[in-house]
């Protein structure tokens, strides 16, 4: 509950110092009765599939737009980088076994 990473403090009543996680404003948004109609509405297959592959990964879904103010608001990389290794890994690999020789 001490890191600032993680939502337990925010769940155990303590607060968010992110100001992410607002349950007050999620409250409003959700109340019980909405909330169990949420679940029982069918998603498309689309978003079903969108939704297992971010929940397998870890990624959040959202639109660029929205990820772009998350990863500047919390300072961190929050899509995946491109698979493989970067462009031009081989020549700094080579810089630096010369500079040790």
């Known amino acids: 509950w001490r890191y600032p990473w993680s939502s337990a403090a ?19 948004k959700r109340d019980a009765t909405n909330w169990q109609a949420a679940l029982v509405e069918r998603l498309d297959p689309g978003m079903v599939r969108q939704l297992r592959v971010r929940t397998q990964t870890g990624r959040p879904l959202a639109g660029d737009t929205f990820l772009s103010k998350l990863e500047t608001k919390l300072g961190r990389r929050l899509r995946a980088l491109p698979p493989g290794r970067p462009k031009g890994w081989h020549k700094k690999t080579a810089k630096a076994k010369k500079t040790t020789k």
């Open 10 to 28: 925010a769940h155990l009543g303590q607060g968010d110092a992110s100001g992410l996680l607002d349950l007050t404003a999620w409250a409003r």
